[in-house]
């Protein structure tokens, strides 16, 4: 199975992960699409996270109604912060029948450089870059690469730290979540103080 991985750290997951999810599941010749449920991302301060078996939760609410996209707790076990160099190999290891690709936003693809041995990421696996608005320019190593590919999917603007601003100052953001997972952090209280 050709199976795509959107790392994020979902906190909390909102329609736009969503529509690019199920985009690129839809318009490319991926089978399914795993969200990666990252516990620590090395750029993020950990403080701001809600748990990761909440945010887990939370994607798998929203996940419900989405057969061909899944959530991942393949992170979780691997030492912190994480690395996808690491990841990759790991689950390449644990899921030998399947082959693995990488769903990054095109804002990701210009600092793809800077990543930890991003050579043996593009060497071992195909990267599906969707639309981005935003500032710098892609390498032209990567411009024009075999294993690049970018889908024409909808530009998504959305910010899971303006919805949880919003939600903090009681703002009305459900129209930015999918119905069943507002109503899940709204029951569980998160992101209100």
Do not use: C
Not at 5 to 15: D, E, K, R, T
Not at 35 to 59: E, G, M, Q, Y
Not at 86 to 105: C, Q, R, V, W
């Amino acid at each position: 199975m050709k199976i795509g991985l959107y790392f994020g750290s979902f906190n909390p997951i909102h329609v736009g992960h969503l529509i690019i999810a199920n985009h690129m599941v839809e318009h490319s010749d991926l089978d399914q699409i795993w969200l990666v449920v990252t516990p620590h991302n090395p750029h993020k301060k950990k403080n701001s996270l809600l748990a990761d078996n909440h945010r887990l939760s939370i994607v798998n609410i929203a996940l419900e109604d989405y057969p061909k996209l899944k959530s991942s707790t393949i992170e979780f076990d691997l030492p912190q912060p994480s690395f996808t160099v690491n990841t990759l190999a790991h689950i390449t290891e644990k899921y030998p029948n399947d082959t693995f690709s990488l769903i990054m936003g095109e804002d990701n693809l210009k600092s793809f450089h800077k990543w930890k041995n991003y050579e043996t990421i593009l060497e071992n696996h195909p990267i599906y870059v969707y639309p981005r608005v935003s500032n710098g320019i892609v390498e032209t190593q990567f411009d024009k690469h075999p294993k690049i590919h970018k889908v024409d999917a909808p530009i998504i603007e959305i910010s899971s730290t303006v919805i949880r601003k919003g939600i903090k100052e009681k703002q009305n953001i459900r129209p930015l979540l999918p119905q069943n997972v507002w109503e899940y952090i709204d029951e569980m209280n998160f992101y209100k103080k």
